[in-house]
């Protein structure tokens, strides 16, 4: 099983749509999590810290379920500028810290 | 702030070449760089970590004498792709981390740098 799992996707809506991603972890002792995002042929690019208390910045929300291991990000009234890939980061223990990429979900809003 | 840059941002190269790449962050001092790479519709594969004055930890399954990394200083990691064949070609990407505080964790990336091996 992959330590970071991510459904590739394409996830194909339409702009004003609400969509939700999950991002699966599989090792508990995980401290961090991120969402990237990257566009074709560049590098990520930080979205959002997700805390244990959940967190929002405008139309994107971040959830953390530790139980489940798992974190979420929805994006509400969708873009056309949103389309991109979307990718989960998990760092375990702090300290010196080692990052785990998922694949990357792919979001296609269309007019 | 946290800005980072890679150069070069793409080169072509002869299989059998070395290729070095340079990682700088610009305005932080990076106690921590890492080395990705990127093959097409894949993820992020993490190569290696390196912290200032040490040596790389590299991740399973990747030759550190072939992918030698250097970081001498806080703002300076480099790359060197030895020997390059063209199944070396792919999207390098370094991120540097080391803000103060909460966000001591955030990785910043550079541009990438996209190697093509003939």
């Known amino acids: 099983r992959k330590e970071v799992e991510q459904d590739p996707g394409p996830f194909n809506v339409p702009e004003g749509a609400t969509v939700a991603f999950n991002c699966t972890y599989s090792?508990?002792?995980?401290?961090?999590f991120f969402w990237y995002r990257q566009d074709c042929r560049k590098e990520p690019k930080l979205l959002m810290s997700v805390y244990s208390s959940g967190n929002e910045d405008g139309r994107f929300t971040a959830q953390l379920n530790r139980a489940s291991q798992y974190i979420s990000l929805l994006i509400r009234d969708s873009k056309l500028s949103d389309s991109a890939t979307y990718l989960c980061v998990v760092n375990q223990a702090g300290g010196s810290y080692i990052p785990t990429f998922g694949r990357g979900t792919s979001l296609i809003v269309h007019p | 702030g946290a800005v980072v840059s890679q150069h070069p941002s793409w080169v072509i190269c002869k299989s059998g070449t070395s290729v070095k790449i340079e990682c700088r962050s610009l305005?932080?001092?990076?106690?921590?760089m890492f080395w990705y790479r990127q093959f097409p519709k894949q993820s992020l594969m993490l190569m290696a970590t390196?912290?200032?004055?040490?040596?790389?930890?590299?991740e399973q399954g990747v030759e550190k004498d072939k992918f030698l990394i250097n970081h001498a200083s806080l703002t300076l990691s480099t790359l060197t792709v030895t020997s390059a064949h063209p199944e070396d070609s792919s999207f390098y990407i370094c991120?540097?981390?080391?803000?103060?505080?909460?966000?001591?964790?955030?990785?910043?990336f550079g541009p990438g740098t996209r190697l093509t091996v003939l």
């Open positions: 090792n508990s002792a995980s401290q961090s």
């Open positions: 991120s540097a981390a080391g803000l103060a505080g909460p966000r001591y964790n955030e990785q910043f």
């Open positions: 305005d932080f001092q990076a106690t921590t």
């Open positions: 390196s912290n200032e004055g040490s040596k790389a930890t590299y």
